[in-house]
């Protein structure tokens, strides 16, 4: 079934844990959005992209519904993987099956019908953007490191899958370069929602979404308002990248480190 | 009365998918519940403690645990009838990729691990074909082309069939399975209640614990040295 492109993502309210209401009417989400759902363990997070995923109707334990485009979304969205114009990837998300990356990936263009002949090739380039470790085509599947596998998921889901929306569930775990991924989603038109516990993910972010008690608590928009903080952790956050090197490197971190 | 009969191999998932169904029509309808099993089971412990529910268990020992699913299963109908339930649910061993234990006037799932492999569909295919759905459980774990490739296998061995897509723990994507529950007919006639297959079942003396050589000594299907064919002995 052919479908409209996805101008608009709603969530429509649902309750917290005690059945009071959340407090806001209906946050929608556009292409080129990036929203990070922030707060304490156990406090709705993973529900609250859950419900996105399976495009509740009213139907799931907090009471939400989503929309696409204003309009309940069809069937197909939500039973077909293929059809679906959501990629969730999780910590635990991997292929299991003893592939090369060169089959793994074959495997899904053929599964989507793509006849492009090197879209292969460019996911791979793509993958490689947003890890240290570069991957080839022979390697092995279930070889590849925790980092280079969500590199690798992202890619595919960027240009394989081609899904408008991307939901990443504490991608900063996984040492890949969050700051490439954010930028490359945004730069496709991707609609992505983070779950994550990382400062600087979520002050990437254009929306703050924070939770509580299994209810949305308010939503964040800073406007550039955390400009200067955004600075001050990026620069921390280099910083830290490059300690990291240094002792993946082999390296002894004798004497005062510095702060940059 | 519904019948519904959740076959599966072992660790797919199917008595997650169970205490979904029975979170979904609690409150509203009566459930009841038989586990079948070979060696030890604790679902129905769990289930009655955790849905208040009638629920049973049968250890089908030597035999074919699908064999012993069908020669109980009236019995189980009048059961669930004594307890006034509304829905009874059966759950399989699941230890045999073949068996097919689905009957008419019944709903008839499937339920598959995502992480068994891609090919793994075709494996059971006896168990997908004569399903009327089949619930893929643990799809969070694993990548989308494994889930879109996972799929085209289902439907390679059963075009028709309904799919649902689930994380069974959390429940996520279940609405289309509690419809399917929701739509099933009631039981009209039990006595005209039939396989819908015939399931390969090994159920020969020898299966159930014989140990004693020659055909003199068995019953069922038996073969002599001199004979073409398989001959049937009763006893």
Redesign the interface.
């Known amino acids: 079934m052919e479908t409209e492109p996805i101008q608009c993502i709603t969530i429509l309210a649902g309750h917290d844990r005690n059945g009071v209401a959340e407090p806001f009417e209906r946050i929608d989400i556009n292409p080129g959005d990036t929203i990070s759902i922030v707060g304490p363990t156990g406090s709705g997070k993973t529900a609250f992209i ?1 419900d996105i ?2 495009f509740a ?1 009213g ?2 334990i907090t009471g939400r519904t989503i929309l696409v485009n204003n309009m309940m979304p069809p069937e197909s969205f ?5 059809k679906k114009p959501i ?2 990837i ?1 910590q ?6 003893d592939l090369t990356v060169r089959e ?2 074959v ?2 263009v053929r ?2 019908g793509i006849t492009k002949s090197d879209i292969c090739a460019k996911t791979l380039a793509l993958a490689n953007e947003f890890t240290g470790e570069k991957m080839h085509l022979d390697m092995r599947m279930t070889g590849l490191s925790g980092g280079q596998t969500r590199s690798l ?1 992202v890619a ?2 960027v240009l ?2 081609n899904a408008p929306v991307i939901l990443l569930d504490e991608v900063e775990n996984a040492g890949i370069f969050k700051d490439r991924v954010i930028s490359c989603l945004k730069s496709h038109g991707k609609a992505v929602i983070f779950v994550t516990h990382d400062p600087l993910v979520s002050l990437l972010s254009d929306r703050r979404i924070v939770m509580s008690n299994g209810s949305v608590e308010r939503v964040l928009t800073p406007n550039g308002n955390e400009r200067e903080a955004l600075t001050a952790i990026s620069r921390i956050d280099a910083f830290m990248g490059r300690l990291r090197e240094k002792i993946r490197a082999g390296e002894l971190l004798t004497g005062p480190v510095g702060s940059e | 009365m519904r019948l519904l009969i959740v076959a599966g191999p072992p660790s797919a998932g199917k008595t997650a998918v169970v205490r979904q169904i029975l979170r979904s029509v609690a409150g509203s309808r009566k459930a009841a519940y038989l586990k079948i099993d070979v060696v030890r089971a604790f679902e129905d412990e769990e289930l009655r403690a955790e849905f208040s529910i009638p629920a049973k268990k049968i250890y089908s020992g030597d035999l074919c645990p699908d064999h012993m699913g069908i020669m109980i299963l009236t019995d189980t109908l009048v059961w669930a009838e004594q307890e006034k339930a509304d829905i009874l649910i059966i759950e399989s061993a699941g230890l045999c990729l073949r068996c097919t234990p689905y009957t008419t006037q019944s709903l008839g799932i499937v339920v598959l691990s995502s ?1 068994s ?2 090919n793994a569909p075709l494996k059971m295919a006896p168990m997908i074909a004569l399903a009327d759905i089949a619930v893929v459980t643990k799809t ?10 996972f ?2 296998k289902i439907r390679t061995v059963s075009p028709g069939i309904d ?3 689930t994380n069974a723990i ?4 279940m ?2 399975l509690m419809q399917a529950v929701a739509s099933t007919p009631e039981i009209t006639d039990a006595k005209t209640i039939r396989l819908r297959g015939i399931p390969p079942l090994g159920v020969c003396t020898v299966c159930a614990g014989k140990q004693e050589i020659g055909w003199q000594n068995h019953c069922g299907v038996v073969r002599k040295l001199e004979s073409t064919e398989a001959i049937f002995r009763g006893d």
Do not use: W
């Open positions: 859950n995923e399976v109707c139907d799931t939500v039973r077909d993987p293929s990629a969730m999780t635990n998300t991997k292929c299991l099956s793994f990936l495997m899904h599964a989507r998921m595919d889901a394989i899958s | 992480v492999g891609t969070d774990l694993v990548s989308q082309a494994e889930k879109e490739v799929r085209e799919i649902v897509e959390q429940g996520t994507g609405r289309y």
